[in-house]
T-cell receptor
Framework: GNSVTQMEGPVTLSEEAFLTINCTYT??????LFWYVQYPGEGLQLLLK?????DKGSNKGFEATYRKETTSFHLEKGSVQVSDSAVYFC????????????FGAGTRLFVKA | NAGVTQTPKFRVLKTGQSMTLLCAQD?????MYWYRQDPGMGLRLIHY???????AKGEVPDGYNVSRLKKQNFLLGLESAAPSQTSVYFC???????????FGPGTRLTVL
């Protein structure tokens, strides 16, 4: 079936450290891939996306590359800030009627000053 | 635009009570979704709608019903609440021809 697996958290980093959150997927066809971020007490919001193999999504210093050969979409940031503390969700969407999105379990990131 | 709004923000129910959660979007989006979020499980799709007057089951539909009588509103009903339905509920919408979801702020429901 279709699924998304992302690294378990929490991840705790010091400010200015390098961040990687791993995400792999299983899907039939060619999904679009997303990273959503959820700040405390809020709904999810789109962080970045990629729609086809080798595309790189980027936003606010975060990047992720759609790797079809490894079925991965790892999230990276070169220098995290305290304000990046949140829960990050990897997701895929299938264009098979209804645009249903499948989410990973989420990874909580804590950034210490 | 207000985006996606949800009513209420918090609610406490007793087992067996019923309630309706309201989701409204002012972006003229075709697709609407209801999810529940539980610790360590990400978001799970309850029901969704691809247009006014149509609904479909998602991954975890049991114990819930939905209606979409107007394009801008998507209602989630619990006929007889159970403690297992304690969760945070999120509504989302997508504009036709695109793939990015817009989420509401969530409703925290506790069933005692």
């Amino acid at each position: 079936g279709n699924s998304v697996t992302q690294m378990e958290g929490p991840v705790t980093l010091s400010e200015e450290a390098f961040l990687t959150i791993n995400c792999t997927y299983t899907a039939t066809g060619y999904p679009s891939l997303f990273w959503y971020v959820q700040y405390p007490g809020e709904g999810l919001q789109l962080l970045l996306k990629a729609t086809k193999a080798d595309d790189k999504g980027s936003n606010k210093g975060f990047e992720a590359t759609y790797r079809k050969e490894t079925t991965s979409f790892h999230l990276e940031k070169g220098s995290v800030q305290v304000s990046d503390s949140a829960v990050y969700f990897c997701a895929l969407i299938l264009n098979t009627g209804g645009f249903k999105t499948i989410f990973g379990a989420g990874t909580r990131l804590f950034v210490k000053a | 635009n207000a985006g996606v709004t949800q009513t209420p923000k918090f609610r406490v129910l007793k087992t067996g009570q019923s309630m309706t959660l309201l989701c409204a979007q002012d972006m003229n989006h075709e697709y609407m979704y209801w999810y529940r979020q539980d610790p360590g499980m990400g978001l799970r799709l309850i029901h969704y709608s691809v247009g006014e007057g149509t609904t479909a089951k998602g991954e975890v539909p049991d114990g819930y019903n939905v209606s979409r009588l107007k394009k801008q509103n998507f209602l989630l009903g619990l006929e007889s609440a159970a403690p297992s339905q304690t969760s945070v509920y999120f509504c989302a919408s997508i504009r036709g021809g695109t793939d990015t979801q817009y989420f509401g702020p969530g409703t925290r429901l506790t069933v005692l």
